[in-house]
């Protein structure tokens, strides 16, 4: 059921990364707690994503309708 309910809340973020050429995948850490990944594709601009904050706002703001909340999330490194 955790797979149904995190992959609805998050999908419209997976597909807008994808076409950026970024992919967006998580973990449930724990019983309710949700770790988000941010991998840049080869041909994805490492450093062109929002700051973490706002990107962890944006995240906790796509869980608030689940029973999950966002432990943290993982973004590529900045060169």
Do not use: N, Q, W
Not at 6 to 18: C, P, V
Not at 22 to 51: K, N
Not at 57 to 77: G, K
């Amino acid at each position: 059921m955790a797979d149904a309910v995190l992959d609805g809340a998050l999908e419209k973020f997976r597909e807008l990364m994808a076409t950026d050429g970024y992919e967006l995948t998580y973990s449930v850490a724990g019983e309710d707690r949700v770790v988000v990944e941010i991998v840049a594709g080869a041909d994805a601009c490492a450093d062109c994503l929002v700051p973490l904050p706002i990107m962890e706002s944006i995240m906790s703001d796509a869980l608030a309708p689940t029973p999950y909340t966002l432990d943290h999330v993982v973004m590529p490194a900045a060169h």
